[in-house]
Nanobody, 124 residues
Framework: QVQLVESGGGLVQAGGSLRLSCAASGGTFSSYVMGWFRQAPGKEREFVAGITWSGLTTYYTDSVKGRFTISRDNTKNTVYLQMNKLEPEDTAVYYC?????????????????WGQGTQVTVSS
């Protein structure tokens, strides 16, 4: 079974950038669709971005389009989330997740493996 570990979170000023990484171990990483979700205080966890196993197809929630980029390196068993032009509203715990489906899902129930999360805090 694949295990996921996120890293790269931290405190950044509005307008700044962070790159999150999610390292996978223990399974066939390249066969999974990967997604990033986030959960802000007092809110439900929401989909942020997803990428197919090949990396050729990506999908983003509207609020991060043009600012965030998801990518993956199957040789390193790692998926990334490059976050630019960060806003205070991006403050949340960010989770990576793996889905066994063939398409990029936007619902939590479509993802079967989750990391522990990494905190991103954007100050104004």
């Amino acid at each position: 079974q694949v295990q996921l570990v996120e890293s790269g979170g931290g405190l950044v000023q509005a307008g700044g950038s962070l790159r999150l990484s999610c390292a996978a171990s223990g399974g066939t990483f390249s066969s999974y669709v990967m997604g990033w979700f986030r959960q802000a205080p007092g809110k439900e966890r929401e989909f942020v971005a997803g990428i197919t196993w090949s990396g050729l197809t990506t999908y983003y929630t509207d609020s991060v389009k043009g600012r965030f980029t998801i990518s993956r390196d199957n040789t390193k068993n790692t998926v990334y989330l490059q976050m630019n032009k960060l806003e205070p509203e991006d403050t949340a715990v960010y989770y990576c997740a793996a889905s066994g489906r063939l398409y990029i899902g936007t619902y939590e129930r479509e993802y079967v493996i989750w990391g522990q999360g990494t905190q991103v805090t954007v100050s104004s």
